[in-house]
Structures are given as structure tokens and as C-alpha cells.
């Protein structure tokens, strides 16, 4: 069976990211590198949004789909965080807690699906994961001391949504944890 676009865009998400890092970490663009790499992880975030709508609105969702999609995002994401913290942009705290959040909703939902269950993803990790990509371009973009202030007022959307975030997807599903104790 051939792959559908939403699955193709999935796909090419994953594929970005390596040329991303290579653009965020390295001088391979001179002066032109954070733009490029900002180009790509803008595109990336775009294929995001895109392959979601067009699998619901063209019923073209699939298991590939729902097991790559929220992984590309976190590959993206992560990526584009550890990148950032490689360059002193973003405390590592701040990388650790976010990137513990993914880790533990991972493993929430492989327990829900041992028990059959299939926990979707909510308002508040859609509105995070938004929070984060508005950070990461906003810290590329690196528009000097002007933007501290907005800067930090993303840094610190994105880390309470994270939280907000897990709490409501534990206190939502606490069902499935208990069926484990």
C-alpha cells in the first residue's frame, strides 16, 4: 500500500532535522546559517500542522501516522532545544524538564495501549507544543537585547504549559494507571 501525504510530510519532518542541527550547529551557512536553519525548522513546524489536517479532513489517518507524528514532533523539538542549549541560548534545566515531560507521556500512553486504550492528544499539549516552536524560532532569531524580555516571557509560557500540560493529561488518565497498580 502506497503512503499517503500526511504520512509523506511526517516523514519529511524527520528528514529536516538532521539538516537543521547541521545548519544550528555548524558554520556551514556563514552568515546566512540561523536563517537557513530557522527556515527549515519553520517548514518542519509548518508539515506539522499540515499532515494532522489534511489525515482528519481526508480520513487518511493511520497507526504509521499516529506513532510518527507526535514522534517527529518531539525529534523536532528536542533537536531544536539541545541545539540551543549547546549555544547558551536556553538553560538546560529548562531542556530537561521539557524533554522529561515527553518521556513520561510516552511511556503513559504505551501503558494505555497495553490496556487498549488510545489517549489522544489535548488542548493544552497542542497549545505547548505551539509555545515551544514560537520559543525555539524566537531564540534562533536571537534579535539581541531588545527581545530578552520576550524571550524569557516564552521560555517560561512554554516550561508552565509543559507542566500544565502533563498534570492534565495524568489527571485525565489516572484510570490507566490505577488499572496497573
Do not use: H
Amino acid at each position: 500500500m502506497p503512503m499517503n501525504l500526511p504520512n509523506k510530510l511526517t516523514l519529511l519532518r524527520v528528514c529536516m532535522i538532521p539538516f537543521f542541527v547541521v545548519f544550528m550547529l555548524t558554520d556551514l551557512g556563514g552568515a546566512y546559517g540561523k536563517y537557513i536553519a530557522l527556515a527549515l525548522f519553520a517548514a518542519a513546524s509548518l508539515t506539522d500542522m499540515l499532515d494532522g489536517k489534511i489525515a482528519r479532513k481526508y480520513n487518511l489517518v493511520t497507526n504509521f501516522g499516529k506513532f510518527m507524528d507526535p514522534l517527529a514532533d518531539k525529534l523536532l523539538v528536542c533537536s531544536a532545544m539541545i541545539c540551543l542549549t549547546a549555544q547558551g541560548r536556553l538553560a538546560a534545566w529548562i531542556v530537561i524538564a521539557i524533554i522529561s515531560r515527553e518521556f513520561i507521556i510516552s511511556g503513559f500512553r504505551l501503558v494505555a495501549s497495553d490496556n487498549g486504550v488510545v489517549i489522544a492528544a489535548s488542548y493544552w499539549g497542542k497549545f505547548k507544543t505551539v509555545f515551544q516552536m514560537l520559543m525555539i524560532i524566537v531564540l534562533i532569531l536571537d534579535l539581541g537585547e531588545a527581545a530578552r524580555l520576550a524571550e524569557q516571557a516564552l521560555i517560561w509560557a512554554a516550561l508552565i504549559l509543559t507542566v500544565v500540560s502533563l498534570a492534565d493529561y495524568m489527571v485525565k488518565n489516572r484510570e490507566v494507571l490505577k488499572e496497573q497498580a
